[in-house]
Nanobody
């Protein structure tokens, strides 16, 4: 059974940092592009960062220069280092497969709240 478990969220002040982790199981993690997505209240889920199996990364303009995605294929884990956080980064963050792969069942996500 494929499972994605996100962790590392929390409450942080503007300008602070958080590191999110996502542990995958039940899949051949290393072959897939993976992404971090977020959904803010009243908004659609959006992709904020992705990383290919070979380590190439891509970022949404809103987080470029502040967020860093990485992966550890030996640990079946993908990370999101978030620096210089802003109130508009407040959202529930999820990991999942990224293009060209179709996302699988979503995990519970991890809540990130940035206070002003």
């Amino acid at each position: 059974q494929v499972q994605l478990v996100e962790s590392g969220g929390g409450l942080v002040q503007t300008g602070g940092s958080l590191r999110l982790s996502c542990a995958a199981s039940g899949m051949i993690f290393s072959v897939y592009s993976m992404g971090w997505y977020r959904r803010a209240p009243g908004k659609q889920r959006e992709l904020v960062a992705s990383i290919t199996s070979s380590g190439s990364t891509n970022y949404a303009d809103s987080v470029k220069g502040r967020f860093t995605i990485s992966r550890d294929n030996a640990e079946n884990t993908v990370y999101l280092q978030m620096d210089s956080l802003k109130p508009e980064d407040t959202a529930t963050y999820y990991c999942n497969k990224a293009k060209p792969y179709i996302p699988i069942s979503w995990g519970q996500g991890t809540q990130v709240t940035v206070s002003s």
